[in-house]
């Protein structure tokens, strides 16, 4: 077995050379999904996880644009549409001075699972550029915006491929790229997740990634007779996914003690609770400010300067920032200090390292691309809703996210059942593949 996986390993290899973010999500799943494979004649001489490593079709482009003080600035900006298999192409923006086609590629392959795992008909995909929107002024993100779209527009669609927000994308951002599609297009589509409520957008749609990830934690918890009640949590990140994160794990009665961002993390011994979160949602959110902001107003916490969260003793730890934030020695410190729950908000946030730590030590860990699927799932239910000219109200929306959790953690723990409990990592990667290569073998050689 182990030869076959490092065979197929070596080819996808060479032909991604210096990809090593991409080489780390395929070797991720294909540890779990080789052995299914060999165990399903179905599968059996059609190179189905080969085609799956191998993009559709990737963008590339120039996103010329104008600062403030009139110098012409240039940006690489791209869209990766994996596989349209099971639904048009689906998934985030990300914008961030690291963006680069390695981690764009680790972003659309896990996308095709993570969709495939929502229950919803989505094909996976991500794009974005090597922008740095930070200390940029409202002016300059519109024009990056719209230059952006000005070239992304003719690659994508309502029934084609419909990108949201990641990293460096919110709302904002969405407003201002859907402004210049429906320009250059004269058509008010669906095109975009993520919208205002206003023009499109669903309810719980800004909350869903978080909320859906303490919802996994939730039904992993329950697996073991315990609830999110009382339970202390770690929260890395400090953006709109970690942001709803606190928010529910507040609402069920949890203590949220940590959040972070680039610069280092919080640390509030006493809990943040919902007044405290209302203010890190004030200042990250409108005026743009850092997480140390939080020390000014709540003196009893502590800023710890280029550090993570991961020694902070606790029950549940969320990574909720960016990928390999999390590595072997720190899910060392976290086991040790009695951690036995970590529900991924971020995509690929632990190393593979820390992932053997936690399956060795039998916590119950849950990858981002079963934790995090809410985010995705609301944006299914978004563009259900733009196709039914309708909207949900926002306990429907609440629901319908609840279920899609409930439903994942089911197909991980039918495709994960093992002696030691669940393996939500190879729950994950085998439903999510076996839904998409089913299609793609129904649909002849594609
Ligand atoms: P935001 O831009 O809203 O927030 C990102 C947060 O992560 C910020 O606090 C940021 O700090 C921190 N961060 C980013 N890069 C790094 C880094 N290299 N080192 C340390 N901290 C970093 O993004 P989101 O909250 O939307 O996304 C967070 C994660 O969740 C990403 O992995 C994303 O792919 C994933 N995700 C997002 C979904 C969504 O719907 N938005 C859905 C599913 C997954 P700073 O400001 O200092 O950069
Ligand atoms: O990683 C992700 O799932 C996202 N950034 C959300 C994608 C989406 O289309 O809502």
């Known amino acids: 077995m182990e030869k076959i996986i490092t065979n197929f390993l070596q080819e996808v290899n060479q032909r991604n050379t210096n990809e090593p973010e991409f080489m780390q999500a395929v070797s991720e799943v294909a540890q779990t999904v080789i052995p299914y494979i060999v165990a399903n004649d179905i599968y059996h001489g059609k190179n189905i996880l080969m085609r799956m490593a191998e993009p559709e ?14 110098e012409i600035r240039v940006n690489r900006g791209y869209r990766i549409e994996m596989n349209s298999a099971i639904g048009p192409y689906k998934g985030g923006l990300r914008f961030h001075e690291s963006v680069n086609l390695s981690i764009l590629k680790f972003l ?30 409202d002016a300059e993100l519109m024009r990056f915006c719209q230059s952006f779209m000005t070239e992304l527009f003719r690659h994508i669609g309502p029934n084609r491929d419909i990108p949201a927000g990641d990293i460096g994308v919110g709302g904002r951002e969405i407003g201002y ?20 409520i206003s023009w499109g957008g669903s309810l719980i749609r800004p909350e869903a990634t978080g909320y859906g990830a303490v919802y996994f934690a939730q039904n992993m918890l329950e697996t073991r007779g315990a609830s999110s009640e009382g339970k202390k949590v770690v929260i890395s990140g400090s953006g709109n996914v970690a942001q709803y994160a606190a928010e529910k794990a507040i609402q069920l009665g949890s203590k949220v003690l940590t959040m972070s961002d680039s610069s280092g993390f919080i640390h509030d011994p006493d809990g943040i609770d919902e007044e405290k ?9 409108v005026r743009r400010q850092r997480i140390h902001k939080y020390v000014e107003q709540y003196p009893k916490a502590s800023f710890h300067k280029g550090e993570k969260p991961w020694r ?54 849950a990858p981002g691309k079963a934790s995090n699927a809410g985010g995705v799932a609301v944006s299914g239910l978004e563009m259900a809703q733009n196709s039914l000219r309708y909207s949900w109200t926002r306990d429907e929306v ?46 002849g050689v594609v």
């Open 57 to 70: 079709r990737v963008v590339m482009f120039r996103v010329p644009w104008i600062d403030d003080s009139g």
């Open 398 to 443: 609440d629901q319908r996210l609840q279920h899609i959790m409930k439903d994942i953690h089911q197909a991980c723990a039918s495709y994960g059942k093992g002696k030691e409990g669940i393996n939500y990592e190879k729950g994950a990667n085998i439903a999510g593949f076996v839904k998409v290569a089913d299609a793609m073998l129904a649909q």
């Open 108 to 137: 659309a392959f896990e996308q095709v699972f993570k969709n495939a795992l929502t229950t919803l008909p989505m094909g996976g995909g991500k794009g974005g550029a090597d922008f740095n929107p930070k200390g940029k002024s």
């Open 312 to 365: 902070v003793s606790c029950d549940i730890a969320m990574p909720c920032a960016t990928q390999n934030e999390l590595d072997g020695v720190d899910a060392n410190i976290l086991i040790s200090n009695g951690c036995y729950c970590v529900s991924e908000g971020a995509n690929m946030p632990s190393t593979p390292e820390a992932i053997l730590h936690f399956h060795n030590n039998n916590v119950l860990y």
């Open 177 to 196: 790229m859907f402004g210049q599609y429906k320009r250059l297009k004269n058509e008010f589509t669906g095109v975009l997740t993520g919208k205002g």
């Open 277 to 285: 979160l209302a203010f890190i949602m004030q200042f990250k959110n």
